[in-house]
């Protein structure tokens, strides 16, 4: 009974604690604002990490990414490099739906991407099957990017499953002038 009662605590207290996040709209008065149409038209590079639920590195990777406005459509074609030799693709189409809200698909993205962007943050959110040896997982991701300046922004993503954080991505962008 008392181990009973310890793990439904220890539950209890990680459910509490991952709903603990920070509000969006708290970032509303920080500077530069992040205009993702505008930050992303053109050629940005980008250079990152994947970390396990112990934060220990599995794999780096570089993305270049050519941004344009096709018909009030973002289209985000991503070429990813991977440190291990693999190489991928998606191609994002985003649209704007109010001052603060987005929406996007890609072709690996299960139903629809939702954002959200107050000052120099924006809260990016998605589902996608990640394949594991020989297995498939639906992991969640929360993105959340930060407009450093004029030229680069960082992106800080928890991947989970049931809840749970199962890794992260460490992500930094750079504007190709």
């Avoid at 207290?13 to 509303?28: Q, R």
């Avoid at 690996?108 to 959200?116: H, P």
């Amino acid at each position: 009974m008392r181990d009973a009662l310890r793990i439904w605590a220890m539950a209890l207290m990680l459910l509490l604690m991952s709903g603990c996040s920070a509000d969006i709209e708290e970032y509303e008065t920080t500077h530069p604002s992040f205009d993702l149409f505008e930050y992303f038209q053109g050629e940005v590079h980008a250079w990152g990490m994947v970390q396990d639920y112990r934060y220990q590195q599995t794999r780096r990777f570089e993305v270049v990414i050519l941004g344009y406005v096709d018909d009030g459509v973002l289209v985000l074609e991503e070429d990813f490099v991977f440190d291990d030799g693999d190489i991928d693709r998606r191609v994002w189409r985003i649209e704007q739906i109010d001052a603060h809200q987005y929406q996007g698909e890609a072709d690996d993205i299960l139903g629809m991407a939702t954002g959200v962007s107050y000052g120099n943050a924006l809260q990016w959110q998605y589902s996608m099957n990640i394949e594991v040896d020989d297995s498939s997982y639906e992991i969640h991701f929360d993105d959340w990017l930060y407009r450093q300046d004029e030229r680069h922004l960082f992106n800080l993503t928890k991947m989970t499953k049931f809840g749970v954080e199962v890794g992260r991505i460490t992500l930094f962008f750079q504007k190709i002038e």
